[in-house]
């Protein structure tokens, strides 16, 4: 299954929540691959750890593979390529992890002909050995997102089921410019209806997930004077109302990420190590990441209701 | 003179295994030329040849550049309806002139490449095995990998094959022996979980049936490591008897009837087998496992024979 994973604004912990959710879905058993998508500036391999390709590779990453000078995308295997202690070692019962990096001083492209092309042969390819592929794309209306919309939408792909995760912070700015990149002119669905996929069930098939959720019910909130947990409840309320009106409220959403003072200050894996031994990150953020692990496979929860 | 080739395994995408007559409709991509298939003591079927036009660097050890001018030959298979290969190989050899000659010339020698300018083939063959990764030199590998995605990306297949798994490559490449009575003989290497190298020392005229031999080589290092992976995976992974002896299902349903290497070989080959037999030994290692799934399905059944009746 592909994974696609957008955002309409930058920031908004769509790299660190898919790879972690990734991560998740890894130890749960399935064999699964991150695609660096984000042309203008890779990162996936500052998460995973990778110190060769902390801003993308120099030995052939995916953007040098759809723009046809390479055969095949460099791949790295994270269990057994990374450089954080914790995360070598495949755990048992785990499945593959890899990583296909973009290249540095890359940059966004137009979608050719040829690019949408070897961009669809990559996906079926990854497809014949991976549980999950999700494609990290890079955050607004990117070339990036209009090429594996075209691609997918190729008749070769048709049988091949692909999702879609839209990320936004729990704000006001985030809610309307998720909202926008969805449903606004020129967004994904509009993309997608013109690219020959029917608009309905790309709809379907896409979700929010919503980040850096802080929740006013939550115990940490407990130093706080009571004014302050009274207007955090009430911008909760705003929220909810505007993100209903805007179609990104309760049927549309697929899971949040409570704020996470690890991830606020490195965008990283988080290990079990992180939670139980140094108890450096919340419990309730790799629950989050878990559950989301097992929704995005679970046909149950991409009903229409 | 030198044959370099590199053949790639994959499994079929497809959710049963395909017929005869399906596979050789599947392969029928070259317009006027048949699809060779034979039915025993496998089910097998083999694409007509392709020629691919090349005019590129070639890899070599040492760094020398090397040029060469000329075509590949590559073609697809499947075996038992389950496995598709994709093999790519040519042969070099010293071009009389030292410049390009027109095309028409290339093509009156199919599947031959000339190299033009000094060429040391050991070099060439190191560079052609070795694990470094070499940019815009000869890659059969990308050849043999592209017919494979033409032939997956076929309407004829159902996409929902019943187990993923990874391709496996083996490169090899067959150095011309001293004199001409030489047993063709071979060093077979593991050099990551998906890259095989095979470098063999044979008399010429046994190049035809070697490829073959590579291909056959190659269909089954593919069976025993995907089984492996199989196995490893539903072993070690967490879950009841009853949820892991599920997960071996797709290695009973598919794979444990395909093994019968050397099936189709020709005598002169069979030595190399022989020795890979001998060390690492496919089919020890084979039967080993295929014992360990039987085992594992019978102990399930004692199990379910004993559990107190409902």
Redesign the interface.
């Known amino acids: 299954m592909l994974i696609f994973a957008a955002s309409d604004k930058g920031g908004t912990g769509r790299s660190v929540t898919s790879s972690n959710m990734l991560y998740r879905s890894a130890l749960q058993g399935s064999d699964v691959c991150y695609l660096d998508f984000d042309f203008g500036s890779p990162t996936a391999g500052a998460i995973f750890n990778i110190d060769s390709a902390v801003r993308g590779t120099t030995r052939g990453g995916l953007h040098d593979y759809l723009d046809g000078a390479l055969a095949e995308p460099q791949r790295i295997e994270v269990w057994t390529e990374s450089d954080r202690a914790s995360l070598r070692n495949r755990p048992p019962g785990a499945g593959r992890l890899v990583l296909l990096p973009g290249d540095s001083g890359g940059g966004e492209f137009p979608a050719t002909r040829e690019r949408i092309e070897r961009c669809a042969r990559l996906f079926l390819r990854l497809e014949e050995e991976f549980d999950l592929s999700l494609v990290d794309l890079s955050a607004g209306r990117s070339y990036a997102t209009q090429m594996v919309l075209a691609a997918t939408a190729m008749p070769e792909l048709k049988s091949v089921r692909s999702r879609w995760l839209v990320f936004h912070r729990w704000t006001r700015q985030h809610v309307l410019a998720a909202s926008g990149l969805v449903y606004g002119t020129r967004g994904i669905l509009d993309a997608g209806s013109r690219a020959g996929h029917d608009y309905d069930e790309l709809v379907n098939r896409l979700r929010f997930v919503r980040t850096a959720v802080v929740d006013p019910d939550s115990p940490e909130l407990e130093g706080l004077r009571p004014a302050q947990v009274a207007w955090l409840r009430e911008c909760n309320q705003d929220l909810l109302e505007l993100a209903s009106n805007n179609r990104v409220g309760r049927t549309m959403l697929i899971g949040s990420v409570p704020l996470d003072p690890v991830l606020q200050w490195r965008e990283q894996l988080i290990s079990d190590n992180d939670v139980y031994a140094r108890k450096i990150a919340n419990l309730e953020t790799v629950e989050a990441f878990s559950a989301l692990a097992k929704l995005i496979v679970d046909d149950a929860a991409w009903e229409m209701l | 003179m030198l044959t370099l080739g590199e053949v790639h395994t ?2 079929l ?1 497809n959710s049963s295994s395909l017929s005869l007559e399906n596979t050789a409709q599947l392969l029928d991509f070259l317009v006027g030329q048949r699809v060779r298939r034979s039915e025993r003591p496998i089910a097998y079927a083999v694409s007509p040849d392709q020629l691919t036009g090349i005019d590129c660097r070639l890899p070599t050890h040492t760094g020398s550049r090397t040029r060469g001018v000329g075509t590949v030959v590559s073609h697809a298979a499947v075996t038992g309806g389950h496995v598709l290969q994709g093999s790519t190989y040519t042969r070099l050899d010293r071009a009389a002139s030292n410049r390009r000659l027109i095309w028409s010339h290339y093509l009156s020698r199919p599947g031959w490449v000339e190299t033009i300018g000094k060429v040391d083939i050991r070099d060439v063959a190191q560079g052609f095995l070795g694990p470094t ?1 070499q ?1 815009q030199t000869l ?1 059969l ?2 050849i043999s ?2 017919l494979i ?1 033409a032939v ?2 076929s ?1 004829r297949l ?4 019943p187990f ?4 496996t490559r083996l490169r090899w490449a067959v150095l011309p022996a001293p004199d001409q009575s030489t047993e063709a003989h071979g060093k077979f290497r593991i050099e990551s979980d998906t890259l095989r190298t095979l470098e063999l020392t044979a008399p010429q005229e046994a190049v035809p049936a070697l490829v073959e031999f590579c291909e056959d080589l190659a269909l089954h290092d593919w069976l025993l490591t995907t089984l492996l992976s199989l196995i490893e ?1 539903s072993l ?3 879950g009841t008897r009853t949820q892991r002896i599920d997960r071996l299902r797709p290695a009973i349903d598919c794979l444990l009837h395909l093994w019968m290497p050397a099936a189709r070989l020709d005598e002169s080959v069979l030595p190399v087998w022989r020795d890979l037999e001998h060390r690492p030994g496919f089919t020890r290692q084979w039967q080993t496992s295929v014992t360990r799934i039987r085992d594992q399905v019978t102990l399930s059944t004692i199990a379910l024979l004993e559990a107190p009746s409902r």
């Open positions: 994959g499994l995408q990764y940019p890659n590998g990308a990998a592209r995605d997956q990306s309407a159902d996409r929902r094959p993923r798994t990874k391709r995976f070690t992974g967490p």
